[in-house]
């Protein structure tokens, strides 16, 4: 409740509105590099940890098994934009597993994409494969599918994907995961809420495997190297995550979840992030991430000047007239910008 | 700075996301029923003084002149939906004044209804007609026509439409509205910050016309009876403004602005309504005028429930499962609700 104002909007003269939030930069260890606000409280990590969620696709033998290249690996940890080439990876998946759209439970809407969206409608409607989650849901499938396990209610709590995931969130952040913390996510699976610290945590251990059993430190690895690989499947055109993944290759994985959640790896130090806006802005999580590895990777003069039009983006009008700014505080850049 | 919370997002067991802001009930001498938070602080009202800024097209003789109906004031109050028949009315507006769409400098945008946006998108791009503040520019420019002044720059601060809308501010709010407190909105006119309480103010007296003279209490009552006969054109099908106008007629006008701003006005019980969530979040300020609402006006059965579901939105996910809520605070809403 007595989080900072990290993020300003200037308009004019004048402050228009402020975000408050809460970041947290941790090793693997969860040794604290920086903190603002209060960072040990739960919050619902819901898509920023989808990395850690395919980490059970991969462990499964699933990956393997259906031969599932890069940019598949890639759709499992994305919020996709529903952008046509992301449409027909999902439904690849799912044919490598002997299945198809219609077991998908995710719920369908319109392409995150406008243009993909304007596309779609003029020829029909979304389906499940349109959905920003539908490749983590291909994900979930296809795991089940390798564990033998029947994917009928793979998305119920209960299920034994879910169950493999809530232990791997649990191994990963090291935190208890109880029933009590638990909600349903956009798409319907189940998002644990677990302290903020902790996520930082076990995004600092996927980037890096420290802490990690083996099997569990190759699986991060291969899925890290398909984000970077393949960074469009992560997000899509013009989306802050394949934006920075493309420019910073695999140095850097981040990834944006509802409600202002932001989470994010920094392998070549070590660091994991996790950042909350207490308001759910993704305005400002965005803002406060490429603020954050600014101020923790070296960067060279080109990273530098495209990480600053995301850290403190020029807010423009319909006529393109420069109307104001967004403005990260000092407590997360580290000195004025 | 230190605006309390007023709206909590709620997920599963926990509050997921918390929105503050100030929301200050005045009466037409500027008298407080109700203030929460910060009520002296001047924000920017952005598209919430579209019913005020529209008192000069009534004032200048225009809407006389050019025979507007009152669905054509309706569009100068509105940010409408681009819906096929707002951008009809919009051009009607124009060519009563002898003009056409190429003058209008609010920029283009898509309609902000999907269905219109698709639909556009099948056989073209939006034009500045689907921009949801087409209506307003319609009006400056069927003012400045009748001010009998060269419409060249409208929009421009400098201008005598726009000098003329900055008094009417300065006399509503009774507020100085000083050339560092004004920036650029949106649609490239002039938005000046003003103290909230005041904005409510002239709220309360836009709806009574108390402390007005003569010809600007009739000019306020024309735009408020033109709204209340077509809520549909002050913003659109399923939009807040339209909803909660059909419901209550000439008993509330309710206006929404840009980054959290909501105005209005409760003509039978003489009180103006300003809100401004600090985060700029509309979800919330939606919320909290419905809430507000529902503690001042007096209501039926039916117009409670309706009322409800706004103060109180059940948040649903893409498979219509219930996730969530939003809930009001007591501070706003009196009482647990």
Partial sequence: MSDPVVVEVLRGNLVE????GAAVVTDADGAIALGVGEVTKPIYPRSAVKPLQALTLVESGAADRHGLADEELALACASHSGEPAHVEGVARMLAKAGLDESVLACGAHWPLSQQAAFALARSGVPSALHNNCSGKHAGFLCASCAMGVDHIG??????????AVREVLE???GAVLSDDCRAIDGCSVPTWAAPLDKLARAFAKFGTGQGLEAMRARAAERLRTACARRPWYVAGSGRFCTEVIQLL??????KTGAEGVFCGALPPLGLG????????????????????IMRFLPLDDRERSVLLRFAQPVLRNWNGFEVGALRVGEAISGAPQ
Same sequence: chains 1, 2.
């Fill in 17 to 20: 509105s402020r975000h408050r």
């Fill in 154 to 163: 793979y998305w119920r709590p209960e299920h034994a994907i879910q169950r």
């Fill in 171 to 173: 191994n990963m952040t």
């Fill in 249 to 254: 290759g695999s140095r850097a994985l981040v």
């Fill in 273 to 292: 992030i996790a950042i909350k806006c207490d308001d759910g802005a993704g305005r400002a999580a965005e803002a406060i991430m490429a603020a954050l």
